[in-house]
């Protein structure tokens, strides 16, 4: 999970290219007629952003006065997300993406751009830029119409929030019923203000986080257990481990605050049963 700088694309060159791809005349004629107000909701959607305050959006205001509905999602689906002439401002969006990681997970692989706020029930900014983020496939699939609201917390918006680069996201070495070590994740409350650790809950939830960096850290687990068992590592001492669990930390979080890598690799190194009787080092 990390940031990103906003889109330089503005709403208006967005909305106007996109409407600029309809060839018939007519069909254009309304588009052209609500890019004011089209302008204006993108604008609200901004000033949310600044403001983190994505909770308040109601989707009733973000519709467009002199659009029919469904017309905005027309406009994404069959001019927007297709054809030649937006290519480059969706590609701009989507290439935004440092190693094509998406921002939400920041470990799959970045195929499609998904709405922060639904298309289906914010028309207005449906070819917003900023409302656009890069995401992978199961990011976007799991999220679905997910609406931020007064009892539903935004999820982390790339653009806007800062809860990127301040620690947050904890784990711990598990036994399982099988005896086996299991890492599961959590938000860290310490420190933090009650209303961004829900949206933090809401962001591991919203996104299936929980389950997912599990099962991505149980081949962390297995891949220790095998260097362990390699020629170079079957003399390692428990604090060679616990120095090279804490290596193994630092380089894989990759700079990020709030890797699973990161923090599936400490918890580790700080689990005693894990370390002394799960793997008997001493
Ligand atoms: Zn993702």
């Not at 588009?31 to 004011?36: I, L, R, V």
């Not at 017309?71 to 401002?89: C, H, V």
Request: charged content about 15%; overall charge positive.
């Amino acid at each position: 999970m990390y940031n990103l700088s906003l889109p330089t694309t503005t709403s208006a060159l967005a909305y106007g290219t996109a409407a600029s791809t309809i060839r018939n005349a007519t069909r254009r004629a309304p588009y052209t007629a609500a890019a004011p107000i089209v302008q204006a909701l993108c604008n609200n959607f901004d000033q949310l952003g600044a403001n983190l305050t994505f909770h308040q959006a109601d989707g009733a205001r973000f519709n467009v006065g002199g659009l029919a509905a469904g017309a905005m999602a027309e406009l994404y689906d069959r001019q927007f997300s297709k054809l030649r002439g937006t290519a480059a401002i969706r590609s701009g969006i989507k290439n935004a993406a440092p190693n094509e990681l998406c921002p939400y997970c920041g470990e799959g692989r970045v195929s499609e751009l998904d709405h922060y706020l639904p298309k289906s029930l914010f028309a207005g900014t449906t070819v917003h830029p900023a409302n656009l983020v890069p995401a992978c496939h199961d990011c976007n699939f799991v999220k679905k119409a997910y609406k931020p609201g007064p009892s539903t917390p935004a999820v982390l918006h790339p653009y806007f929030d800062t809860a990127f680069t301040t620690p947050w996201l904890s784990a711990s070495v598990e036994e399982s019923s099988l005896n086996r070590p299991v890492i599961r994740f959590a938000v860290d409350p310490l420190g933090l203000d009650p209303h961004l650790a829900a949206r933090l809950n809401a962001h591991l939830t919203v996104f299936d986080l929980r389950r997912r960096f599990s099962v991505w850290a149980a081949q962390s687990l297995t891949n220790f257990e095998d260097c362990l068992k390699a020629d170079i590592g079957s003399s390692m001492s428990l604090n060679d481990a616990q120095r090279h669990l804490a290596f193994t930390a630092l380089q894989q979080s990759g700079g990020r605050v709030n890797s699973w890598e990161g923090a599936a690799h400490k918890a580790m190194r700080a689990s005693n049963w894990y370390l002394t009787e799960y793997l008997d080092l001493s």
